[in-house]
């Protein structure tokens, strides 16, 4: 059954997540026996699951996250969890509509909507940089944007661009490659080369902005917590008339050498109080990716604060 999940894993993670209830399935019928309030979540969260299924033809872990955080943080007098989720879509495509799922990637949206210039920190699987591109594409559908401006630093992992194989296109693709995944899920890809030849997207090294100004676009820097204090300036002060940009960054992950201070870091100290630049700090509670992802950075949390 699609609401059960492949080998009936959702099913399973929906006994982890109510322990003192027992649901029981057989066929395509649940039976939930425990305390009403949490019966009542449960038969609200099948009915949502049920409902997915129907409009959409399959479940994604990601919808059952959001699902179960709907679930457990809304009031009674909320409305309906797919309500809510529909509600969150940020871009449709003809598949389906890439949607916020969590509240962190909640207010990225808003503060992209009320601020020119927004920086989405937090851990990896927290969705940053899925949910820029889709507020990007967003934007360039409503021609409020002319063109889209994604960029990383060509820094990772303490790996230089010299030890890769290949002409210099070959070496900076793995670098930009989690943009072109990105927008793929948005666009065709016959759509995606039309714009990518067209320059309307753009998906560069962040040393390649320097010197231009950029009027009319939207720009994401990814990972900027491998740009440095004059990388950070450089990119910010490319915005031009009608311009905006998503700044998203990992603070627990810069692979920049010691001496060499994180310009996202900087840029989170001394910004904060600028009227038109909004700051969106995501954590743990906002992971979308594997159910592990989430007990991996608790865990190395843990490890830091114990150290």
Not at 95 to 109: E, I
């Given at each position: 059954?699609?609401?059960?999940?492949?080998?009936d894993a959702y099913l399973k993670k929906i006994r982890q997540e109510f322990p003192e209830v027992r649901i029981t399935a057989r066929g395509n019928t649940v039976t939930v026996k425990g305390e009403a309030a949490e019966v009542g979540l449960l038969e609200q969260l099948f009915s949502e699951m049920n409902l997915l299924a129907n409009q959409h033809g399959e479940i994604l872990e990601n919808d059952l996250n959001a699902l179960l955080g709907?679930?457990?943080s809304q009031p009674p007098s909320a409305p309906p969890a797919s309500a809510a989720l529909d509600s969150d879509a940020i871009v449709t495509t003809k598949?389906?509509?890439?949607?916020?799922?969590?509240?962190?990637?909640?207010?990225?949206?808003s503060e992209a909507k009320q601020n020119d210039i927004v920086f989405a920190i937090g851990p990896a699987g927290t969705g940053k940089t899925y949910t820029a591109v889709a507020i990007a594409v967003a934007a360039w559908k409503a021609k409020t944007v002319k063109r889209i401006v994604l960029a990383r630093p060509a820094v990772e992992a303490g790996e230089s661009l010299g030890f890769l194989p290949g002409d210099l296109a070959q070496k900076i693709d793995p670098y930009l490659r989690p943009l072109y995944d990105a927008l793929q899920d948005m666009l065709t890809a016959e759509k995606l080369r039309t714009l990518t030849e067209q320059r309307i997207i753009e998906i560069v090294p962040l040393a390649y902005m320097r010197g231009r100004t950029l009027n009319n676009s939207f720009i994401i820097l990814d990972e900027?917590?491998?740009?440095?204090?004059?990388?950070?300036?450089?990119c910010l002060t490319r915005l031009g008339v009608n311009s905006r940009a998503i700044i998203t960054g990992d603070v627990t992950q810069i692979d920049l050498p010691r001496e060499i201070e994180s310009g996202l870091m900087h840029a989170r100290d001394i910004l904060q109080d600028i009227p038109g630049i909004g700051f969106v700090f995501l954590d743990k509670s906002d992971v979308v990716r594997h159910r592990l992802v989430r007990d991996i950075i608790n865990a190395y949390e843990?490890?830091?604060n114990g150290q």
């Open positions: 059954m699609i609401v059960f999940g492949p080998h709907l679930a457990f598949d389906y509509a890439v949607r916020a799922r969590t509240n962190g990637q909640r207010k990225l949206v900027a917590q491998n740009a440095s204090n004059k990388q950070m300036k450089m843990q490890e830091e």
